[in-house]
């Protein structure tokens, strides 16, 4: 909140996107160039299938977008494809779920990205408005990110004479800033100087991350919960030479502190993912909400960008 995030949403009329990809189809058929023909037919038969299919299934999230994503990847081996598109489809990308390296291969650039070339993330959402009409939302951690989104999404023939900007700002509101913090996580855990963080830890919150981004709050704020548990056990047994206790995060918090001194952001830190704790293992018949769940996954991460910045 103190540095702020950047967010850029607009509405896109999607009612011509059937007519992109008859349109592409027809400059495969007559292109030339470094592709043989026959990988050319094959990909403008595969723009007339996605125009028929339009014909048959209605515009839905899971599907549109894909496949504007595949037109895209065959758009970009024409010559006259604008250089934004090309370099965003062509450069290696870590997804959320995973690592994929692509240096050409077909990249989905309206979901949740992480790109490490750029030390930034996409955080997207999209929403349907009305038959054709959907609205976009996009959170970067940086300027030159969303700088970079607007560029490549106004060079796309069937987008950029059909959005309406709605908003194209900097933002402090929570609201926005605590959006992106997930893959930000994600990314520093892949790209940051994390050598010293032991595996296992970085896979329980690689895995509370994952399941906040499945909205499995209470699973995922379990997860942050064991990160700091191992943390706080392994200060224990540093502090008093023996194995630590079988007993609360709680619990153990006020052991360790009996020994450590711990800075008051970093206190703060692990009482927000105690508290989420609580919220979600004793009070079970409750709900527990998307911010229970960042609180957790940010009181864990704190405490561990401290932990291992001390040795």
């Known amino acids: 909140m103190a540095v702020g ?130 609205f976009v939302d996009v959170t970067t951690i940086k300027k030159d990110g969303i700088d970079i989104y607007k560029n490549f999404i106004s060079n796309i023939p069937v987008l950029k004479d059909q959005i309406k900007v709605n908003k194209d700002r900097q933002t402090f509101s929570s609201r926005y800033t605590f959006r992106p913090f997930p893959l930000a996580v994600r990314l520093w855990l892949r790209e940051g100087e994390t050598e010293l963080i032991p595996q296992d830890l970085k896979d329980f919150l690689e895995a509370a991350i994952r399941y906040h981004n499945e909205k499995e709050w209470r699973t995922s704020i379990i997860l942050s919960a064991i990160t700091v548990e191992s943390l706080l056990a392994d200060l224990y047994e540093e502090k008093y030479h023996e194995y630590a206790p079988n007993t609360p995060l709680g619990d153990l918090f006020q052991k360790v502190q009996q020994k450590t001194t711990f800075p008051p952001d970093v206190r703060i830190a692990i009482e927000r993912t105690n508290d989420a704790r609580i919220a979600a293992v004793h009070r079970s018949h409750f709900s527990v909400s998307d911010r229970d769940s960042m609180n957790a996954l940010f009181g864990a991460t704190n405490f561990m960008m401290w932990y291992f910045s001390q040795l």
């Open 5 to 134: 995030t950047y967010n850029f949403n607009f509405t896109v009329d999607l009612s011509n996107l059937k007519e992109f990809f008859l349109d592409l189809s027809e400059q495969m058929k007559g292109k030339k160039g470094r592709l043989s023909m026959s990988l050319r037919a094959i990909q403008s038969r595969r723009l007339e299938e996605m125009a028929k299919e339009l014909n048959e299934e209605p515009l839905m999230e899971e599907n549109v977008f894909e496949r504007i994503t595949d037109a895209l990847n065959i758009y970009r081996r024409h010559g006259n494809c604008p250089n934004e598109i090309r370099q965003m489809l062509e450069v290696s990308i870590k997804t959320p779920r995973g690592l994929i390296i692509r240096r050409r291969g077909v990249l989905n650039i309206f979901q949740p990205l992480i790109l490490p070339h750029l030390k930034d993330v996409f955080w997207i959402e999209k929403k349907r408005t009305s038959d054709n009409v959907w």
